[in-house]
């Protein structure tokens, strides 16, 4: 009897030792010890991250005036007949896609961290959200559809950015994007040629379009057909012009980029003078624009939400990729930081906001950014006067687009999209550098094409899912055994290990100068995005940054402070001293990548780049234990590349054979170049 309290107590011991030495318990009490005392900090932080107006606004500088109110005068003006054709495509009545213009562009002041991005009705979203329309115009009206859609695109926003889901999206790749794009720019393209001539009821599908518009030749109405290939004359000519002379004059670059303005005057002007005392004999059909003031605010049925909210994710992902994509492109561009978090919230509240207001779903156009950018922005307070602009048109000028023909729209929508396709050369490289990139290109494209844009987009992206588990299920594995005198072929050689946001020091030592990044993984699509910003990051927490003489001309754009505050913050955080001695080398250790993507090529090419642009132009890449496939990846995508112990090409990075030459070799020559580095410093 006296055995079993024994042992009671004894299981009691164990029991209690097990609770004590248990690691989740202990992250669970060491987390509610370390946790309350930060969130009043954290919150704070947050919110600050949530209103970017309020980290930027106080750098603002009176001389950046100027810019800004050209820049959002003339995306103003773009926006005019952008809207009014891509609410065409969406089959809504036209004036709505003035209602969806005015919010994301004021908006975007207060919660975008982009100051290029211009934000609206695109040509993507107006496709879809045709589709959808189409589909539920028999029981609810094209615009309360369009505005359901705009509502679930906005939730769906809304909970990407605040959960941090965004990284869900790095499955669609750059193939799959570009040949979705492509697919769409041709059916939206096509879509218009029967407005373009003076034909009703052409069909949906490109070549359904094409065979149907050359049977009807002879049917093809004279005046409209003169007026819809007038415009397409005239906005090709302004675009030529505005490519060969831009750049050398201010006037013509401004008129090139109002080339769809330009022509919505002239020929809303003619059709006003030849068709006002017809009555309903008109010569051609016109867009008969109505507008009395913003739309009324109105709320959504919800049995409509439910039944577009399934529909509403193709819209969402595409919106959500172009927008990063175009978003990403011009803060490397421009170079400042774009929080993607805080896009998909700024995404999120537009859509949301807008849909009240009679919108369709809206999203980053590259062609407006592009000229935003050219117009040398200087920070989001430009949306203010785009804003202004398209309302005095709303309340003032929109009477005189009751005019506008409806043949000068197809012009402008057809003009705008023949840039999205291809182009070829692009295909081409990515059959040179991946044939699973060319293949996935394809079915989103096709599919596209012949089933339509949720069918494309979902269908490569399935594919994709199915080639990343068949490649990590097949995998060869490289076995090494002992040979010759003994002693194993392959050593271990520790080192020190960049990964995530730290670094690891795990052994042989490196000079003070040199940095190690050994990636753990193939790098691809999901990864390699996510990686470029950490290895940055990780740098950049110990090195300190040197003025690029390449880029110097560059910082007096600097609106954006978001990332350095970042750095200061992690520092601190973490206790981390800043080395006084610059960064002269990066060695990148290829043992564990198997596999590299078009996406991860660029990936790396963009990370090199700002390694150089932040950290030192004299800075060196090297590399180590590449496959052989890596490389081929790397010489289809015309990147130099030399053997150190072979023939050398001026501007190649070098290949080593082991970590420990790529480290020390050549110490002379890096020590020359980290002088060079230091003039750069001072």
């Known amino acids: 009897m006296a055995s079993q309290p024994s042992a009671f107590r004894s299981n009691v011991e164990a029991v209690k030792e097990e609770l004590r030495t248990d690691p989740n318990i202990a992250r669970v009490k060491h987390y509610a010890k370390v946790v309350p005392p930060k969130i009043p900090s954290a919150a704070k932080q947050y919110l600050l991250d949530k209103v970017p107006i309020v980290q930027?606004?106080?750098?603002?500088?009176p001389s950046w005036l100027a810019s800004d109110f050209m820049a959002g005068l003339t995306i103003g003006v773009m926006l005019i007949p952008q809207s009014l054709s891509y609410a065409k495509i969406a089959t809504i009545p036209i004036e709505h896609g003035l209602y969806s213009s005015w919010l994301p562009a004021a908006i975007a002041v207060f919660l975008g961290t982009s100051k290029d991005l211009s934000t609206g009705p695109t040509s993507l979203m107006g496709l879809l959200t045709s589709e959808i329309v189409a589909d539920l115009s028999g029981e609810y009206s094209p615009v309360d559809i369009a505005s359901a859609t705009a509502f679930m695109v906005g939730v769906y926003g809304l909970v990407v950015g605040l959960l941090g889901l965004g990284f869900l999206l790095d499955?669609?790749?750059i193939p799959i994007l570009t040949g979705f794009i492509s697919a769409t720019a041709l059916t939206i393209g096509f879509g218009q040629v029967g407005s373009?001539?003076?034909l009703d009821n052409t069909p949906s599908t490109v070549f359904a379009i094409i065979g149907d518009v050359l049977h009807r030749l002879p049917k093809w109405d004279g005046?409209?057909?003169g007026i819809g290939f007038g415009s397409v004359v005239i906005l090709y000519a302004l675009e030529k012009v505005g490519k060969k002379w831009g750049k050398k004059h201010f006037v013509i670059q401004y008129l090139s980029s109002s080339r769809a303005i330009i022509v919505l005057i002239i020929f809303t002007l003619i059709s006003y003078l030849v068709n006002k005392d017809r009555g309903d004999d008109l010569l051609w059909a016109i867009s008969k624009v109505d507008t009395h003031g913003i739309a009324q605010p109105k709320g959504h049925d919800g049995g409509l939400i439910s039944k577009v909210a399934a529909r509403a994710i193709a819209p969402f992902v595409a919106a959500s990729l172009e927008h990063q994509a175009v978003a990403r492109a011009f803060g490397r561009r421009n170079h400042y930081t774009v929080d993607q978090t805080q896009e998909f919230n700024y995404l999120g509240v537009t859509n949301l906001v807008n849909s009240?207001?009679?919108?369709?779903?809206?999203g980053g156009a590259i062609s407006r950014t592009a000229v935003n950018s050219e117009c040398r922005v200087r920070s989001p307070l430009n949306g203010v006067v785009t804003a202004a602009f398209i309302l005095l048109t709303i309340y003032v000028f929109s009477p005189a687009l009751y005019w506008l023909p409806k043949s000068t729209l197809a012009a402008i929508i057809i003009m705008a999209v023949i840039h999205l396709f291809?182009?070829?050369?692009?295909?081409?490289r990515y059959y040179r550098i991946s044939i699973a990139d060319y293949i996935a290109f394809n079915v989103a494209f096709f599919v596209t094409i012949f089933a339509g844009s949720e069918y494309g987009i979902a269908s490569a992206a399935g594919w994709a899912v199915v080639w990343t588990l068949l490649r990590s299920a097949f995998t060869r594995t490289r076995v090494s055994t002992n040979s010759g005198e003994g002693g194993p072929i392959n050593t271990s050689r520790p080192f020190t290990r960049t990964a995530g946001a730290e670094t690891e020091n795990v052994a042989i030592t490196i000079p003070e100068d040199t940095v190690v990044v050994t990636f753990q993984d193939s790098i691809f699509y999901p990864n390699a995005q996510r990686g470029k910003a950490q290895i940055l990051e990780s740098i950049q927490l110990v090195y300190p940054s040197v003025q690029n003489p390449n880029y110097r001309a560059d910082t007096a754009r600097s609106w954006s402070v978001a990332g350095q505050k970042r750095l200061e913050r992690l520092r601190k955080e973490r206790s981390i001293v800043m080395k006084d001695m610059p960064l002269s080398v990066v060695v990148w250790d290829f043992t564990s990548v198997a596999f590299i993507d078009t996406t991860g090529v660029t990936a790396l090419s963009e990370l090199k780049d700002d390694i150089r642009r932040q950290l030192g132009n004299l800075i060196e890449i090297r590399m180590v234990n590449m496959a052989p496939g890596v490389v081929q990846r790397f010489e289809r995508?015309?990147?130099p590349l030399s053997e150190v112990d072979g023939a050398q090409i001026e501007g190649a990075d070098i290949i080593f054979p082991s970590l420990e030459r790529a480290v020390w070799d050549?110490?002379?020559?890096v020590k020359e170049h980290l002088q060079g580095v230091v003039t750069e410093k001072n």
């Open 56 to 61: 930027w606004l106080p750098r603002y500088s």
């Open 171 to 173: 499955f669609i790749s």
């Open 196 to 198: 373009l001539v003076g």
């Open 223 to 225: 005046p409209t057909s």
């Open 356 to 362: 009240f207001f009679g919108s369709m779903p809206v």
């Open 422 to 428: 291809g182009p070829f050369s692009l295909i081409y």
């Open 637 to 639: 995508a015309k990147w």
């Open 666 to 669: 050549d110490r002379e020559l």
